[in-house]
């Protein structure tokens, strides 16, 4: 049996954890043109390595779609 890594999530209330995963989505989705992502919220993502900036445009990392992927 191998030992799975923790999630990149790990460490947040559930709460917070679920809202990020939703965020997440939105993203992969292309959904923020229409929803406004919570400046905090980027600025979490991007500090777990979940998401990066591209012209102003949040994407996902490879990290954030095994994070999706992920459970």
């Not at 999630?7 to 992969?28: C, E, F, M, Q, Y």
């Amino acid at each position: 049996m191998t030992d799975q890594p923790d999630s990149p999530l790990a460490g947040l209330n559930l709460d917070t954890a679920i809202h990020l995963r939703w965020v997440l989505r939105d993203v992969k989705a292309k959904r923020t043109k229409f929803m406004q992502v919570s400046p905090d919220d980027i600025t979490t993502l991007i500090e777990r390595g979940l998401i990066e900036m591209r012209d102003e445009i949040p994407v996902l990392t490879d990290e954030g779609e095994r994070a999706l992927d992920w459970g």
